[in-house]
T-cell receptor
Framework: AQKITQTQPGMFVQEKEAVTLDCTYD???????LFWYKQPSSGEMIFLIY??????QNATEGRYSLNFQKARKSANLVISASQLGDSAMYFC?????????FGKGTRLSVIA | AAGVIQSPRHLIKEKRETATLKCYPI?????VYWYQQGPGQDPQFLIS???????DKGSIPDRFSAQQFSDYHSELNMSSLELGDSALYFC????????????FGPGTRLLVL
């Protein structure tokens, strides 16, 4: 069975600083995908970034980058130059031969 | 770009009533997923369809059923509603059934009284 662990229930970051949200995973599938989603207080689930298990380079999407360390089974999200609009719940998720499995999420609060 | 459309956005029902949630995937997406997110919880997978056939089944109660139609839209039918069914219900779609990025709709917020 696949499992995602997010150990940080809540994080604070100063505006314009970078922040890292931790995610570790467990799976027996040789091929899998790792995702990060953002859920603002309005409730929608917004796709941020994807990393395939065979990708050699870390994924980047604008201010988001994924620090993928396969041997350690970690897929941390790095947000650079935080903005007030980044305040939200962030979910790490993975899929292999099963639909998406989510972690419990990390609530990020950006302080002005 | 077109996104996943869900209707209704909000729904209030009484216990033991029925509800139908609709989902219109992103054009050309052939796979639809349903998730349930309780208050303060992470989303839990309910069921998915690929090319109008059920492709995977998660923790969907027997009181719930779903299908995908010829135009790829999907409906989640919920009967004998219970208080515990109050949640945010997401539909997501992807191009392909395995491992592809799933794009979520805005969700339907169901409140059972």
């Amino acid at each position: 069975a696949q499992k995602i662990t997010q150990t940080q229930p809540g994080m604070f970051v100063q505006e314009k600083e970078a922040v890292t949200l931790d995610c570790t995973y467990d799976t027996s599938d040789p091929s899998y995908g790792l995702f990060w989603y953002k859920q603002p207080s309005s409730g929608e689930m917004i796709f941020l970034i994807y990393q395939g298990s065979y990708d050699q380079q870390n994924a980047t999407e604008g201010r988001y980058s994924l620090n993928f360390q396969k041997a350690r089974k970690s897929a941390n999200l790095v947000i650079s130059a935080s903005q007030l609009g980044d305040s939200a719940m962030y979910f790490c998720a993975m899929t292999g031969n099963t639909p998406l499995v989510f972690g419990k999420g990390t609530r990020l609060s950006v302080i002005a | 770009a077109a996104g996943v459309i869900q209707s209704p956005r909000h729904l209030i029902k009484e216990k033991r009533e029925t509800a139908t949630l609709k989902c219109y995937p992103i054009p050309r997406h052939d796979t639809v997923y349903w998730y349930q997110q309780g208050p303060g919880q992470d989303p839990q997978f309910l069921i998915s369809f690929y090319e109008k056939m059920q492709s995977d089944k998660g923790s969907i109660p027997d009181r719930f059923s779903a299908q995908q139609f010829s135009d790829y839209h999907s409906e989640l039918n919920m009967s004998s509603l219970e208080l515990g069914d109050s949640a945010l219900y997401f539909c997501a779609s992807s191009l392909g059934p395995t491992g592809e990025t799933q794009y979520f709709g805005p969700g339907t917020r169901l409140l059972v009284l």
